[in-house]
């Protein structure tokens, strides 16, 4: 049975970093893109990093690039995703969904599956 499980999340002033975890379990990364999503509350869910089945590519939405860094770790069957000079606006409850032999193109993003329950983040001073 395919299952995903964030953690990480937590308080963090402007400025301060966290690092989510996605474990993956009834999957091998080898063969299923995982990506990260967020939500806030009143707002529609966004895509915001990804990482192929390959893991030779990733992707990001612009306003995380330079900020975000997503990797994994295929011993763990564990993604990542290192978020530094956190801002307000993104603070949101995180997910990662997984979708098979998938590329990371932003297209693609919509038709992730297998959500995890989300961890949430919260930046405030």
């Known amino acids: 049975q395919l299952r995903l499980v964030e953690s990480g999340g937590g308080l963090v002033q402007p400025g301060g970093s966290l ?3 996605c474990a993956a379990s009834g999957l091998t990364l080898n063969y299923w893109a995982i990506g990260w999503f967020r939500q806030a509350p009143g707002k529609e869910r966004e895509g915001v990093s ?3 089945f390959g893991g030779g590519s990733t ?3 612009d306003s995380v690039k330079d900020r975000f ?3 994994r770790d295929i011993a ?3 993604v990542y995703l290192q978020m530094n000079n956190l801002k307000p606006e ?3 409850t995180y997910y990662c969904a997984a979708k098979r032999f998938s590329t990371c193109s932003q297209a693609d993003w919509p038709l992730f599956g297998a959500w995890g329950q989300g961890t949430q983040v919260t930046v405030s001073s």
């Open 50 to 52: 990804c990482i192929t």
């Open 19 to 21: 690092r989510l975890s």
């Open 76 to 78: 763990k069957n564990t």
């Open 90 to 92: 993104d603070a949101a």
């Open 59 to 61: 992707n990001y939405r």
């Open 69 to 71: 860094t997503i990797s």
